[in-house]
C-alpha cells in the first residue's frame, strides 16, 4: 500500500489502473505483492510528505468516489461496494457526504 500511495501518478487513475491491471496479469500468485507493482520506469516521488489516513477517512473517500463514479446511485453504489443501500446511506449522514446530483436531461 504504501509503494502505491507513495508514487507519483502523473497519468492520474489511468496509470493506477493500468499499473494493477498489469501486476494482476503478470504475477504468479492470487495476492500482490509490492515487487509485482512496476512503475514504468519511474520512482516513487519520495519528496512529498502524506500523513496516514484513517480507516474512516479511506471509507469516505472511497464512498464518495463510487458514489460520484455512479452519478449519485446509491443502488449501484451499494452494490459494488457489496453494502447494502441502507448501510450506504447511514454512511452518507455519519461523513456528512452529499449525494451527487444527477444531470438533468431536458425533454424535447
Known amino acids: 500500500m504504501n509503494k502505491l500511495m507513495y508514487h507519483n501518478w502523473p497519468g492520474n487513475v489511468r496509470e493506477l489502473q493500468h499499473t494493477i491491471e498489469k501486476a494482476v496479469i503478470l504475477s504468479d500468485s ?5 515487487d509485482d507493482l512496476i512503475f514504468s520506469g519511474r520512482k ?20 464518495q468516489n463510487v ?3 455512479h452519478r449519485g446511485s446509491i443502488s449501484k453504489t451499494a452494490e459494488e461496494l457489496g453494502l447494502t443501500r441502507q448501510t450506504v446511506y447511514n454512511k452518507l449522514v455519519k461523513y456528512g457526504l452529499d449525494k451527487p446530483s444527477t444531470p438533468k436531461t431536458r425533454k424535447k
Open 30 to 34: 492470487d495476492v500482490l505483492n509490492p
Open 67 to 69: 458514489l460520484e463514479y
Open 44 to 63: 516513487p516521488d519520495r519528496t512529498i510528505t502524506r500523513t496516514p489516513l484513517t480507516i474512516e477517512e479511506i471509507e469516505k473517500q472511497t464512498i
